[in-house]
């Protein structure tokens, strides 16, 4: 059984479409990994991108969710997954709602199948490619109990900034999808993108802060392995969680 020809493929974005948020990275998998994708992708995952390994749709062409889970429940979009450790440890604790976890890098997609299968956790379902196109092509107004949005690529250089997935255009976008009540939670260890998430998330008209600026760590959100490096090294870890309310 071979792996699927072009549904981990990446499209480069033409010259009229947004900018990518994130730099596709080519990493060996391994056979463990391999192998996860091989026997669990088709049961899990989709292609944001590819045609070969669409997204189930409803008639209008949005995401079909209950048709994705087996089950009509809150869904929580979780963008950027990384290796998926945060992912699968929220969901199998939190288990009346569903995660869509939406990573770019193949390495991540398929460790968190691996975690998926070896907790069997059925409230996760995987994503790979763009989470924005998704978001923007697929994903309904008002349909999202929550979006996560957990360590992104920092884009560090001030010329690359425009690429940052937390700015304001983003955010008005991210925050169309969110239920009235329903909360976008950002988390960042880079000091100046959490002064900027913290900006453009006070600065839509349709969110309120649920904390006097950072928030504390919600105990819910676990500390991944990235994460713990960051704290070694002296990062300073900051967590913005605002709610939709209107």
Request: contains cysteine; charged residues 25%.
């Amino acid at each position: 059984m071979s792996l699927p020809s072009d549904a981990f493929r990446h499209v480069a974005a033409r010259p009229h479409e947004p900018l990518r948020t994130f730099h596709p990275r080519r990493a060996p998998l391994g056979r463990e990994r391999e192998d996860a994708l091989r026997f669990l992708w088709p049961r899990l995952g989709f292609s944001v991108h590819d045609a070969d390994s669409p997204m189930p749709r409803t008639a209008d062409g949005s995401l079909d969710v209950v048709a994705l889970f087996g089950r009509s429940a809150p869904l929580v979009l979780e963008i950027g997954s990384g290796m998926g450790e945060t992912t699968a440890t929220m969901a199998a604790a939190d288990p009346s709602r569903d995660y869509l976890a939406v990573e770019a890098h193949l390495p991540g997609v398929a460790n968190l199948l691996g975690l998926l299968d070896r907790a069997g956790l059925t409230n996760v379902r995987v994503a790979h490619g763009d989470a924005l196109d998704l978001v923007r092509t697929a994903v309904p107004e008002e349909s999202l109990d929550a979006i996560h949005v957990f360590f992104p690529d920092p884009w560090p250089k001030a010329r690359h900034h425009k690429r940052r997935l937390v700015q304001p255009s983003h955010v008005a976008l991210l925050r169309s999808r969110l239920r009235v009540g329903g909360t976008l939670h950002c988390a960042t260890d880079w000091v100046d993108y959490a002064d900027a998430m913290l900006e453009a998330l006070s600065a839509d008209p349709f969110l309120e802060n649920t904390a006097d600026g950072f928030a504390p760590r919600p105990a819910h959100r676990p500390v991944t392995k990235f994460e713990q490096r960051g704290l070694d090294l002296g990062h300073e870890v900051r967590d913005v969680v605002f709610r939709r309310f209107r």
